[in-house]
Nanobody, 115 residues
Framework: QVQLVESGGGSVQPGGSLSLSCAAS????????MGWYRQAPGKQRVLVAL???????NYGDSMEGRFTISRDNAKNTVFLQMNSLKPEDTAVYYC?????????WGQGTQVTVSS
């Protein structure tokens, strides 16, 4: 069992930056691929970024360049640095941990980009 707790969400003006964190607890967390997804009101949940156990990264459509995912295996934490935020980035951001058939989600953290 893995528990995920996101933090760092909030409100920011367009062009601003936010950094999200996801603290994972449980056994073998370093083996998991970790990712960030987001869901805007009335829309499907979509991939923002994913980082494998070995550090390989994958970004969702139009995410790379403004968003950067990283992980600290010693702290069982994955980060999402978000720059040049736009109003369309407004969503609930969810952390996910996946390893074989094991698939866990966090509760989500709200990010609002508005002037």
């Amino acid at each position: 069992q893995v528990q995920l707790v996101e933090s760092g969400g909030g409100s920011v003006q367009p062009g601003g930056s936010l950094s999200l964190s996801c603290a994972a607890s449980g056994s073998g967390v370093s083996r998991y691929a970790m990712g960030w997804y987001r869901q805007a009101p009335g829309k499907q949940r979509v991939l923002v970024a994913l980082i494998g156990a070995g550090g390989r990264t994958n970004y969702g459509d139009s995410m790379e360049g403004r968003f950067t995912i990283s992980r600290d295996n010693a702290k069982n934490t994955v980060f999402l640095q978000m720059n040049s935020l736009k109003p369309e980035d407004t969503a609930v951001y969810y952390c996910r941990a996946v390893y074989n058939a094991y698939d866990y989600w966090g509760q989500g953290t709200q990010v609002t980009v508005s002037s």
